[in-house]
């Protein structure tokens, strides 16, 4: 008789059980909690005010130009990976996973650097006469982008990278041969073939971006909220922990619903059939 | 190439020689147990674990320093009641009100303390005593911007323009110079409306509204901002590492906040939470945490102040100082969070 693999998965399930089931569902159970007893009172009052809104909204879209930046430099990394003999793929390969060696912290108060005043950037536009006096990208939505995008770069490129190692090179002659153009490779060859690996960076990365709490207030400042950001407020400033773990059940099912959706599409039949 | 073999025994061994020697700092440990007492990040953190573990040791137990803001020993306290992860907690009278209305502290017994009677009356509070004064003002860069003559000239002198910032009101600091901003452009302490009112009629100030002051004090380093509120202990860090800051005392008077400790209702050891506090009111550590780059205001009558903190303040002004009403200030506070962060965000 063939054995049940169940026994194997046992320790899995009881640490699952006992470290993330059982407290989200004392997350779930504490944002019910209102003035008067059980009630829906934390997510009316959530739902009611129009700032929340644009903070989730905020949210998500922060988390879509992250993910727009890091496909736009992702590819061609990766591109660059699939083309390349042993000893670059190796260097290509240490220069991507270095970055996730250094903690967030640290790459955060980096960018602090590169985005201030006397900064790389704001230099190299004063001296190329595109900027009159040296400016500040500190607390602007495209100074945290440009943060999220380094920070997360990663996240896309690798999935990238396992698509296409298993992919021979010859894909991208064979259409040549038959008379495709460059671009038109791109579009109907290459992306179509990357599209699982992309939508599993898109995943990471939209979860990552959206609950990166210390790069969002060290770099957004206070002007660019976000969720994590209220959640922080209400558990260790205001002390509201129902309406903290309201907010958490309300980014939870916003981002889960969106990445729900990504990986439906990720695994349609058709996808798949290019991995 | 010889392989790497290892028996079931062996990783039985191994296992249990790794446990054994987890239990080893356990033996060096000073007999009389350990104290965690939370503390400020940074700079609090750094002189109270070089100044007061030799001292804590000397009475016989050891000392664990732990970082944390005031707001989050308040939480974690909060979170764990009964069990709480901090023997001693360090804050200002605004979360202490917050902490004994929670029952988080307790009243201490003042014949455990042998350097209690060093204390001014003033500084001996039922629920623990006082170890500094922290005397507030603006921290500008003198290369940079003239020194402010107080929290007017931020708004309506063109020099000070778009290098300002300012945090929310969960930062004490904060709260407090909003007080005091709403008393000159306000009808009081508490018309926050008014200090609203300010920031939107002047939308430039809110650009450098980041969420610290520990956050500020690293832009100030980069240059990115050239005045922002403050402590004297910030000035002096920003002094220690060799940068362009000076503190200036607004014309409507410094707001102050007493520094306490206290100890937690169900501290797992009060005796060495004693030790603790004993040594951080003892003149031997107040004359080490008076000089920079802390530069802390002594409590202890027979530590002399240094010309440095004479130049801030000296004895006989503390009560001059501009001391908040707490009381109205936490019961207003969660409401001009909320109202400050939308205003803040657009």
């Avoid at chain 1, 009630?39 to 909204?57: E, K, T």
């Avoid at chain 2, 992860?85 to 202490?96: A, F, H, K, N, R």
């Amino acid at each position: 008789m063939k054995a049940s693999g169940f026994p194997y998965v046992l320790p899995m399930l009881l640490l699952s059980v006992a470290f993330f089931a059982t407290p989200l569902a004392v997350l779930v159970g504490f944002s019910f909690i209102g003035p008067d007893g059980p009630s829906l009172h934390n997510y009316a009052r959530f739902l009611g005010d129009a700032f929340n809104y644009r903070v989730l909204i905020n949210t998500a879209k922060l988390g879509m130009q992250t993910i727009a930046s890091t496909t736009l430099l992702g590819i061609p990394i990766a591109l660059l990976y699939w083309h390349s003999g042993k000893t670059a793929r190796q260097v290509i390969i240490f220069l991507t996973l270095i970055p996730m060696l250094t903690s967030n912290v640290v790459r955060t108060f980096a960018w602090i650097v590169i985005l201030g005043r006397q900064g790389p950037i704001s230099e190299t536009f004063v001296a190329l006469g595109l900027a009159e006096r040296p400016f500040t990208l500190m607390s602007t939505e495209l100074g945290l982008v440009l943060a999220m995008c380094q920070i997360d770069l990663p996240l896309i490129i690798l999935p990238l990278i396992a698509i296409l190692s298993r992919t021979p090179v010859q894909f991208t002659e064979a259409a040549q041969v038959s008379g495709a153009g460059p671009w038109r490779i791109l579009v109907t060859v290459l992306l179509p073939m990357m599209l699982p690996g992309l939508l599993a960076g898109w995943i990471l990365v939209f979860a990552s971006t959206s609950a990166s709490f210390v790069t969002q207030a060290v770099i957004g400042g206070a002007r660019n909220v976000y969720v994590p950001q209220l959640i922080y407020r209400e558990v260790g400033t205001l002390f509201d922990w129902p309406m903290a773990s309201a907010i958490a059940v309300v980014l939870l099912l916003s981002t889960g619903i969106l990445l729900v959706a990504m990986t439906t599409i990720s695994r349609h039949r058709r996808l798949v059939g290019h991995a | 190439m010889q392989e790497f073999n290892i028996t079931r025994r062996h990783f039985g061994l191994l296992a249990a020689s790794a446990a054994a020697a987890a239990t080893l700092p356990f033996a060096a440990r000073a007999a009389g147990g350990m104290a965690v007492a939370a503390t400020f990040p940074g700079n609090w953190e750094d002189a109270y674990r070089t100044t007061l573990t030799p001292l804590v040791k000397e009475a016989g137990f050891d000392l664990t320093v732990a970082p944390a803001m005031a707001q989050d020993q308040l939480a974690k306290v909060m979170a764990s009641p009964g069990n709480p992860p901090y023997d001693t907690l360090l804050m200002s009278p605004g979360q202490m009100a917050v902490a004994i209305e929670n029952d988080l502290i307790q009243k201490i017994d003042p014949s455990k303390l042998k350097n209690w009677s060093l204390l001014d009356p003033a500084f001996q509070g039922e629920y623990g005593p006082t170890v500094t004064v922290e005397v507030n003002g603006i921290a500008y860069n003198p290369d940079l911007v003239p020194a402010p003559k107080g929290y007017r000239d931020l708004f309506e002198n063109p020099a000070y323009e778009g290098l300002v910032s300012w945090t929310g009101f969960a930062s004490n600091t904060g709260v407090m110079a909003y007080s005091e901003i709403a008393k000159i452009f306000g009808t009081g302490p508490t018309d926050m409306e008014a200090v609203f009112k300010l920031f939107k009629e002047h939308p430039e100030q809110l650009k450098g509204v980041v969420a610290s002051t520990n956050h500020q004090m690293t832009l100030f380093q980069q240059g990115e901002i050239a005045v922002f509120m403050c402590s004297t202990g910030n000035v002096a860090k920003l002094k220690a590492l060799g940068l362009k800051a000076e503190f200036a005392q607004p014309e409507t008077g410094s707001p102050a906040a007493p520094v306490n400790i206290h100890l937690t209702k169900g501290a797992k050891n009060p005796d060495a939470a004693y030790a603790y506090m004993d040594a951080a009111i003892s003149k031997a550590a107040q004359d080490k945490l008076k000089m920079p780059p802390t530069e802390m205001f002594p409590t202890n009558r027979q530590v002399e102040l240094t010309p440095g903190i004479e130049a801030y303040v000296k004895r006989e002004q503390l009560a001059t100082l501009v001391y908040p009403d707490w009381a109205a200030i936490n019961k207003n506070r969660a409401e001009w969070i909320r109202q400050f962060d939308a205003l803040v965000a657009g």
